[in-house]
């Protein structure tokens, strides 16, 4: 039997799990410093409507 | 204020808790007795749905009956802390000064009496059912003794961090059920052993080893859960 | 910021108690990590490619195991990894509920994630292997069945954490859980090597029997150090977004973001 097709199954999805595993903080960082900078914006301009 | 509830009213306490919660627990006889029956329902799927060859059914026995065990206890470990949680007498039980360990072991060991001891009771019916030969019937009871009670005190600390979550049940089989795997194996293999004809005391040793480590360690883990939950 | 960290370095103490300190305010941590994540990242490039170029493309196939030994350069070092981070983990968990340090606690209950990964990467290689050596592509090994109790473990803790609402509360639960865990798991794993051997399980086992050749050894090595840094560089950055999550309403958040525009 080939085993080479074993060896890159193995690989590749080594390759996938790792690489979402250290990609999915880096898009939740992104939808977090957006909503932190969408509550910036509101506070800021609720500041300026009461001044 | 520890050290005047100290010595003869520390037990009374201890005992005074486990009174109320079996009290409690008989008063809702029907409620006690769900998990019983779904232990009798889950053993009776089994020749249904492997077939009723009586030397199958024999060697697949002590795994199918402690595997029933396993869910029938469960399925009964939430109301372990749960109605205390939910009126508040929990809360009250952490004010009245006397140790959260001593509190959740007497409720392990009511819990243990209500839904652990039904099924040491009950192991002859589900044996003679599942064909266990009779010479290995003793040390199936025997093991389910030394087994359930350590079911009860490792799943009281499943029950105490989950206890603050509304569907906490479902999360709680994930969490104790791999903490179940020794005692799953050692119990199977001392049943197995005796119906093969080997010795099997060892495998009893180590069930009693492992009760008394998890009667000594698991009412504090219990109750640092609790704490936490309760925080 | 910098009035807040010289406070609390007043008291004269050593270098590496001031440092710690230092680490436990959010701020401090945010960016003295940031400025080195990317070095780790680096590393981990290097080492792994190198290891795996020895093992993939300059090693020999094994006598015994042939072509498929290769993946014992992905299947060894996720092992090793799944293991020590649930054994970082539980140590990290003891330290935060004895001394309730909030970045302790992020950064344990950010190892899960990384160590839950290992283990799956670990079990689907295993399988892999398994299928050209013994014929299927799952057989009830003492090493994959530990592996798989070790993932449900994993996944508990990762749950426990998630479903709590309020994070400090979560954190603590899911530290306790990983705690509880890991007195176990020594006794786990070695009730399933010992019922493993009582069923007469596989004998072949991925790592050989007495003794493995060098050239084998040392890409395995090299590519066991590169998941390190991968795991350093992981958790490293999981923490820092944790804690913006964590401390979104907060003034020093503010300012981090405005530096960055």
């Known amino acids: 039997m080939s085993h080479a097709p074993f060896i890159w199954a193995a690989y590749s999805i080594g390759a996938v799990v790792l690489l979402w595993c250290a990609v999915a903080p880096l898009v939740h960082k992104k939808s977090i410093t957006r909503d932190i900078r969408r509550l910036i914006q509101i506070e800021e301009s609720s500041r300026d409507s009461n001044s | 204020m520890s050290a005047q509830v100290a010595g003869g009213s520390l037990s009374g306490a201890f005992f005074a808790l486990l009174r109320r919660d079996l009290l409690l627990a008989f008063r809702r006889r029907t409620e006690l007795l769900f998990p019983v029956i779904f232990l009798l329902v889950v053993i009776s799927l089994f020749p249904l749905g492997i077939g009723p060859s009586p030397q199958l059914l024999a060697r697949i026995a002590p795994g199918v009956i402690w595997i029933a065990a396993l869910l029938a206890t469960v399925i009964s470990l939430d109301a372990l802390f749960r109605s205390d949680f939910e009126d508040g007498s929990l809360e009250q039980f952490v004010i009245s000064g006397h140790p959260l360990t001593l509190i959740s072991l007497a409720k392990i060991v009511a819990h243990w009496l209500v839904a652990g001891l039904p099924i040491v009771l009950l192991s002859p019916l589900l044996a003679l059912w599942m064909n266990l030969p009779t010479e290995s019937l003793g040390v199936m009871i025997l093991t389910l003794a030394l087994g359930t009670p350590i079911l009860s005190l490792i799943g009281s600390i499943g029950v105490g961090l989950t206890i603050s979550l509304k569907r906490g049940g479902q999360l709680l089989s994930l969490l104790v059920f791999p903490l179940y795997v020794p005692i799953l194996i050692i119990a199977t293999a001392a049943v197995m052993a005796a119906s093969d004809g080997l010795p099997y005391t060892q495998f009893l040793g180590l069930l009693l080893a492992g009760l008394i480590t998890s009667v000594t360690l698991a009412p504090f883990a219990a109750a640092a859960a609790l704490k936490i939950s309760l925080s | ?261």
């Open chain 3, 1 to 261: 910021m910098n009035t807040k960290t010289a406070k609390i370095a007043k008291p004269r103490k050593n270098a590496l108690v001031m440092f710690i300190h230092k680490m436990g305010s959010p701020p401090w941590f945010y960016n003295f990590t940031g400025k080195f994540i990317p070095w780790l990242w680096l590393i981990f490039g290097v080492l792994a490619a190198w290891g795996l170029y020895l093992g993939l493309v300059k090693g020999p196939a094994d006598y015994l195991q042939g072509e498929s030994v290769r993946i014992i350069y992905l299947h060894v070092p996720a092992a090793w990894m799944s293991m020590l981070i649930y054994s970082t983990m539980a140590v990290m968990a003891f330290i935060a509920l004895v001394w309730r340090i909030r970045i302790v606690e992020i950064l344990a209950m950010t190892s899960a994630p990384i160590g839950a990964a290992f283990t799956i990467v670990t079990l689907t290689a295993g399988s892999l292997w398994g299928r050209p050596t013994w014929g299927t592509y799952w057989v009830w090994d003492a090493r994959l069945t530990s592996e798989l109790v070790l993932l449900f473990l994993y996944l508990g803790v990762i749950g426990l954490y998630n479903a709590i609402d309020e994070p400090r509360k979560a954190a603590r639960a899911a530290c306790l859980l990983s705690l509880v865990g890991a007195v176990n798991l020594p006794i786990i794993h070695y009730s399933v090597k010992w019922w493993n051997t009582l069923h007469q399980g596989s004998s072949i086992s991925l790592l050989g029997g007495s003794s493995i050749d060098a050239s084998i050894l040392w890409p395995m090595l090299i590519v066991a150090v590169a998941a390190k840094f991968f795991y350093a560089a992981n958790l490293l950055t999981r923490a820092r977004v944790k804690l913006l999550e964590q401390d979104m309403r907060k003034g020093w958040v503010r300012d981090v973001l405005k530096e960055k525009n």
